[in-house]
């Protein structure tokens, strides 16, 4: 076979495969511009003063999860689930463990709030993650990305 032959096929199956890879998957949660800060010696978020609690906050594209995993670390995450992101999903904690969210009836994923990584379901990618900054002296957690 000539080498223009064997470097078309080359480019045909590049293109081909490309084209036919799973799109439920591949599209990105829209990156929000946020940045809050949340003094969690309010009321509404009490339950962020001990490892363990959790809160909802508003901010980025479905909302954002808040768990605080130790005295000085948070999960902070976009609420958008990662599978079929053009669906909307977004993902509640469950009341249960208080450690994972899921969305079961739209996009049928579960999620864990301490790494966002999913583990049920048919979501590949994690769920978006914030960056933060938690100053102890005043009890202020800034969620920005």
Not at 2 to 20: A, E, G, H
Not at 34 to 47: A, E, F, K
Not at 51 to 75: E, K, T
Request: proline residues 6%.
């Amino acid at each position: 076979m000539p080498k223009t032959n064997i470097f078309i096929l080359l480019i045909f199956l590049t293109l081909f495969l490309s084209c036919n890879r799973d799109d439920d998957n591949a599209d990105q949660v829209p990156r929000i511009p946020t940045d809050i800060q949340i003094n969690l010696n309010l009321p509404q978020y009490n339950p962020l003063l001990n490892p363990g609690g959790w809160v909802y906050a508003l901010g980025g594209s479905q909302g954002i999860i808040i768990y605080r995993i130790s005295q000085s670390d948070f999960g902070v995450f976009d609420r958008h689930c990662t599978y079929q992101v053009v669906n909307s999903c977004r993902v509640n904690v469950n009341a249960e463990d208080n450690i994972t969210a899921a969305d079961t009836e739209c996009c049928g994923s579960v999620f864990n709030i301490v790494d966002g990584l999913p583990s049920e379901g048919p979501a590949l990618r994690p769920l978006q993650a914030f960056e933060y900054q938690f100053n102890s002296n005043t009890n202020v957690l800034r969620v920005y990305n």
